[in-house]
């Protein structure tokens, strides 16, 4: 029997820099109800404020989830109040360099990219994240920018031997996410498996880029057993099918059917 859901977030709970929507804030309380839960993500904390607990009821439930922003170099648990345990933040020295081979590497890239729409290069203590048309682009524009991940793969390219000292991925629909060598999904799987005490066979891990280069792999390379969707609707039947094994005699939660 498993024993901790995982989920990626942008692209997989929901559309990129969107708030879960009603049928899947829905779906994930269920969920709460009858397992424990957590959500790793290139995000920094705000955007899981905004994005899953606005739309999340605030009640004991909560104890069942754990929340790990920024590739999970940040791990934050639920008792009375919200609690960060850690957090793995870049020097002022390090969050230069990353920020200068960024610039350098768009600029070699060449992309026409005519409009942005808010900052391309963000700093989230533990990570940097470049979106290529901005923190805040319509997510009509992210999405057609670079479907087959051509032009990030170009991007990491041109990082990787720029940034030795660093792990470059792609994550989201336009980003790139850079941390610190050991710091990503896979680390917020152990960390996970050292904070909770659940062995990794004992998870699911659900991401929208479990590839070779997609910040969700290295979830899949530390052990757990991943499931790879392809958008948020996908997920919202992965959870159904988990609810349906879990409560298979148990009545399902009020507004739920299987």
């Not at 680390?187 to 909770?196: A, M, P, Q, T």
Request: proline share 5%; aromatic share 8%; with cysteine.
């Amino acid at each position: 029997m498993k024993k901790l859901i995982v989920f990626d977030l942008d692209g997989t709970l929901a559309e990129s820099k969107s708030s879960l929507d009603a049928e899947m804030a829905k779906l994930l309380g269920a969920l709460l109800n009858v397992a424990r839960v957590a959500i790793i993500s290139g995000g920094d904390w705000p955007q899981f404020e905004s994005q899953v607990l606005m739309k999340l009821p605030a009640d004991s439930r909560l104890k069942n989830l754990s929340l790990l922003p920024t590739c999970g170099t940040k791990f934050y648990r639920y008792e009375s109040e919200w609690e960060r345990l850690y957090s793995e933040s870049f020097t002022g020295e390090e969050r230069d360099k990353i920020v200068d081979s960024l610039k350098y590497a768009i600029n070699k890239a060449n992309f026409k990219i005519d409009h942005t729409w808010g900052e391309t290069i963000e700093d989230r203590g533990s990570q940097v994240t470049l979106s290529a048309l901005g923190q805040e682009a319509p997510r009509e524009e992210k999405a057609k920018w670079d479907p087959d991940f051509s032009k990030r793969r170009q991007l990491k390219a041109i990082l990787d031997p720029d940034l030795p000292e660093f792990t470059v991925r792609m994550g989201g629909t336009t980003s790139i996410d850079i941390t610190r060598h050991g710091i990503d999904k896979g680390y917020g799987i152990r960390k996970l498996r050292d904070e909770l005490d659940i062995a990794i066979h004992e998870m699911i891990f659900v991401g929208d880029a479990i590839f070779p280069g997609g910040n969700d792999y290295p979830a899949k390379k530390a052990g757990v057993v991943s499931i790879e969707v392809e958008d948020p609707d996908e997920t919202k039947r992965v959870i159904e099918a988990v609810l349906a094994c879990l409560t298979d005699t148990q009545p399902m939660p009020r507004g739920i059917s299987r």
